[in-house]
């Protein structure tokens, strides 16, 4: 079963410029997250799809940002236009939905390091 | 609002040393714990979890345990091996009537080196 993928690896630009970061969770896994870790400090929360639905966006740092989910399947993080501070690894993870009483692990892809220049 | 506090690092032992790794929470009620391992060049990997207050996680020699007298969860392995080496994330993720949010709160992470 393949695992959660994310493109690019590694993306540099110039301050102003767009990015999209594309995230293909685990097939059938209708939990998506966004997460993001800057400079060496704590990874923080982003945003949560169920299915192609925004369940909780308050980790959004400002109206730059844009995820979106189409159908459910992959998802796409937009930072437009990018700032010296949006530099960091962007982590997608996903999950299968979950049940009364359960936890369900989140899988994590390998995070898409971005840097602004 | 919640949050994790992790141990400052870096973490330099030797192989078979005593790791110790200290996280602290603060939340609401009773949170999920959790312990994920970020291997060179690879995604988070959850290596450990607890539920509940008391609760013992365990995986690959590593261990945890869920003390909610102290709000800590502190990992521990008796014998580190070289391959070990990592970046180690202590989480918390809320909980209500038994069933998790999913949303994961972490601490800033600790670097682990071991040296044959």
Same mark, same amino acid.
């Given at each position: 079963?393949?695992?959660?993928?994310?493109? #690019?690896?590694?993306?540099?630009?110039?301050?102003?410029?767009?990015?999209?970061?594309?995230?293909? #969770?685990?097939?059938?896994?209708?939990?998506?997250?966004?997460?993001?870790?800057?400079?060496?400090?704590?990874?923080?929360?982003?945003?949560?799809?169920?299915?192609?639905?925004?369940?909780?966006?308050?980790?959004?740092?400002?109206?730059?940002?844009?995820?979106?989910?189409?159908?459910?399947?992959?998802?796409?993080?937009?930072?437009? #236009?990018?700032?010296?501070?949006?530099?960091?690894?962007?982590?997608?993870?996903?999950?299968?939905?979950?049940?009364?009483?359960?936890?369900?692990?989140?899988?994590?892809?390998p995070g898409t390091r971005l840097t602004v220049l | 609002g919640d949050s994790v506090t992790q141990m400052e690092g870096p973490v330099t032992l030797s192989e078979e040393a005593?790791?110790?790794?200290?996280?602290?929470?603060?939340?609401?009620?009773?949170?999920?714990?959790?312990?994920?391992?970020?291997?060179?060049?690879?995604?988070?990997?959850?290596?450990?979890?607890?539920?509940?207050?008391?609760?013992?996680?365990?995986?690959?020699?590593?261990?945890?345990?869920?003390?909610?007298?102290?709000?800590?969860?502190?990992?521990?392995?008796?014998?580190?091996?070289?391959?070990?080496?990592?970046?180690?994330?202590?989480?918390?993720?809320?909980?209500?009537?038994?069933?998790?949010?999913?949303?994961?709160?972490?601490?800033?992470?600790?670097?682990?080196?071991?040296?044959?």
């Amino acid at each position: 079963e393949a695992g959660v993928t994310q493109f #690019p690896s590694h993306s540099v630009i110039e301050k102003g410029q767009t990015v999209t970061l594309r995230c293909d #969770p685990i097939s059938g896994h209708d939990n998506l997250y966004w997460y993001r870790r800057v400079m060496g400090k704590e990874i923080k929360f982003l945003l949560h799809f169920v299915k192609e639905s925004k369940q909780d966006e308050s980790g959004m740092p400002n109206n730059r940002f844009l995820a979106e989910r189409t159908g459910g399947t992959y998802s796409t993080l937009k930072v437009q #236009p990018a700032e010296l501070e949006d530099s960091g690894v962007y982590f997608c993870a996903s999950s299968p939905s979950t049940g009364a009483g359960s936890y369900n692990e989140q899988f994590f892809g390998p995070g898409t390091r971005l840097t602004v220049l | 609002g919640d949050s994790v506090t992790q141990m400052e690092g870096p973490v330099t032992l030797s192989e078979e040393a005593f790791l110790t790794i200290n996280c602290t929470y603060t939340a609401t009620g009773y949170p999920s714990l959790f312990w994920y391992v970020q291997y060179p060049g690879e995604g988070l990997q959850l290596l450990l979890k607890a539920t509940k207050a008391d609760d013992k996680g365990s995986n690959k020699g590593f261990e945890a345990t869920y003390r909610k007298e102290t709000t800590s969860f502190h990992l521990e392995k008796g014998s580190v091996q070289v391959s070990d080496s990592a970046v180690y994330f202590c989480a918390l993720t809320p909980n209500a009537g038994g069933t998790s949010y999913g949303k994961l709160t972490f601490g800033q992470g600790t670097i682990l080196t071991v040296h044959p």
